[in-house]
DNA sequence: CGCAAATGTTTGTAGCTACAACTATTGTCT
DNA sequence: AGACAATAGTTGTAGCTACAAACATTTGCG
C-alpha cells in the first residue's frame, strides 16, 4: 500500500524525504509484527536480537561490548537486556578470568531451545516478507547499505 | 558499508530475513540522525512528525484521531505528545463544539516558525540522504511499499 | 613502581512507551 | 425516553531507553 495513503499524505517534498519517512514507516511496522509474533515466547524483538547474536557465536563467549556492537538497535542498553535474559535463563553470564573487567556471555540450552522453537515459525515469518522477490529484497539491501554510506 | 561489516555478521539465513534486519537497522541509523539534527531546536522527531503533520492540515485544525493515523509510529501516544507540544507553545487544543468528545489541534505561529527554522537545515539533511540517486529512492519508495503489501 | 589514561561494564535518574482500564459524549435501537 | 454500543480521548502503571556519571580493572609510561 502506498506510503501516502497510510499516513494519509498527498505530497512529500521530495523523493528522498518520502524515503525516509518510507524507511521509518515501514521499520516500525516490521517491528510491530515481529513483536507479535514473538510474544508467544515472551521474549521481546530486542531480546530475541540478542539470543542470535549469542547463538552466532556459540559455543564461544561473547563479551558485553561484543553484544552491543552487533545490535540492531545500538541505543539499547546491553547489560540490562542481558540481565533480563539471565533471569529467564536463556543465557549465563561468567567473569573473565584473563580480564576481569570484562564478562563472557554464553547462550544456555534453555535459549538454544527457544531460538529453535522459534526457528519452527520461520516458514510463516518468511512469507509475510514474500511480497517481494528475491531480485526486489536484494536490490532494496544493495540501495539501503549505499544510503548509510 | 554493507549489513554484514556493521553488524559483524557474516551471514544471514535468507535475502528476505537480511532485508528485513536491513531495514531495522537503516532505520535506526536514520532515527538517530534526524534526532541529533533536530536537538538544536529542544523537539524530538516524535513531536517534529506531529508538528508537520499540523501544518500540512493548517489553518484548519485535525483532532486527536486524525493525528495518530498519521503519525509514522502509531505506538506512540498522541495524548501526551500533544500536551508536550501545548506546554512549549507549539500548538493549542479546543474542545470541539459540534462534536464535544473530540479536540481540535491546531499549529500555533510559534509552532509554525520553529518548523521554518529547521526547514532552513532541511539542504544540509537532504544531502546526507543523497548517497542515493533520485532513481533509487524511488526504487526504495517502490519496494518498501510492495513490501508492506 | 606509581599514577594517569584506557577499557569494560554498571547504575541513577528522568523521561518515554505499551497496554489496558477508565471517563465522557454521542449514536442507535426498540 | 432508556439502555447499550460506539466513538474520542485520558490516565495509571510497569517496564524500557537515553544520557551521563560512576566503578573496577588493566595498560602504558615517566
Redesign the interface.
Known sequence: ???EH????EKF????????????????????L?ASRLKDYDITPEQFNVLR?LR?SHPKPLMLA?IA???????SNATRLVEKLRQKGFLKREICEENRRQVDIIITDKGLNVLKRIDSD?AEW?AK????T?A??????R???????
Chains 1, 2 share one sequence.
Open positions: 500500500m502506498s506510503l497510510d499516513l494519509q499524505q517534498s521530495s523523493v528522498h524525504n518520502k524515503a525516509a519517512v518510507n524507511i521509518l514507516y515501514t521499520s516500525s511496522w516490521l517491528y510491530n515481529n547474536i552466532g561484543d556492537l552487533r545490535m540492531i538497535d545500538k541505543n520461520e518468511l516478507l514474500k511480497t517481494i528475491k526486489e529484497a536484494q536490490e532494496l539491501n540501495i539501503l547499505d549505499k544510503l548509510r554510506g
